[in-house]
């Protein structure tokens, strides 16, 4: 357990594995991204070198249940934190403000934004997630939805004209459309703000105050910018200011 991780110097922390520039599993078998260095500056800050972590996949319908049943002491995934996520876990952060925004085809013409979306055109998301509620609830409730266990999954769809657009945090369609330059783009019309945090299990007030500090010493040392131009900087993705973690 994260309260606990000082006495046995040992992590099991769930990340994304396909989430370029955030959280990727790479065919050597290292992790790299934000998600990964953030994981992994808190780790260290708690007494657990990078060799001691081990990783686990998190994907978006699964990471309530990592941390609630044990199988996980920390969750670093584009984690939205959410009033109803709240109910079951804990976050610390936010780390990251990110907005919802769609990736198309480079040659799409029908969909400039949320609201060109309608029942004609084929919007994908993973199962779990928020973006694609929040698309039908407040833009376009006929669009037809299309959900995937993985977004890498919704971009090969993307690709295979399976699907008209895939929709999640703007930092992270930024990523899939670096890997394709000349076949995808992001709209660039945002049109939610997604808060990351750190997901932990309730009620362990000790692990928060340790995180909180790691996450704040990360910002507050240069850290936090540096792995994101790094990890995201090439994109053209424009790195924001650090936001204010919440008490």
């Known amino acids: 357990m994260v309260g606990k991780v000082s006495a046995n110097d040992r992590m099991v922390i769930a990340v994304s594995f396909d989430q370029p520039g955030m959280a990727v599993r790479r065919l050597d078998g290292s992790y790299r991204g934000f998600d990964v260095d953030v994981a992994k500056f808190i780790a260290n800050e708690l007494g657990v070198k990078e060799q001691d972590i081990t990783w686990k996949e998190a994907q978006p319908g699964n990471r309530e249940t990592l941390l609630t049943s044990g199988e996980a002491d920390m969750v670093v995934s584009t984690y939205s934190i959410t009033d109803k996520r709240k109910e079951i876990v804990d976050f ?12 198309v085809r480079m040659n799409e013409s029908r969909i400039e934004g949320p609201k060109s979306l309608n029942a004609s055109l084929r919007l994908c998301s993973t199962a779990g997630s928020t973006s694609a509620a929040y698309v039908k609830d407040q833009f376009a409730k006929d669009v037809n939805l299309v959900e995937y266990a993985k977004f890498s999954d919704c971009v090969t769809a993307l690709l295979a004209n399976n699907v008209d657009a895939v929709t999640t945090d703007d930092v992270l369609l930024a990523g899939y459309a670096a890997q394709n330059p000349e076949l995808l783009r992001v709209v660039g019309d945002p049109f939610s703000k997604e808060e990351y945090g750190v997901g932990l299990r309730r009620n362990d007030p000790t692990s928060k105050a340790k995180v909180q500090a790691a996450l704040q010493k990360m910002i507050d040392s240069g850290a936090w910018r540096e792995s994101l131009e790094v990890n995201i900087g090439s994109s053209g993705y424009k790195i924001p200011d650090p936001p204010k973690l919440a008490p």
């Open 92 to 103: 610390v952060g936010p780390y990251f403000v990110a907005g919802q925004d769609l990736l």
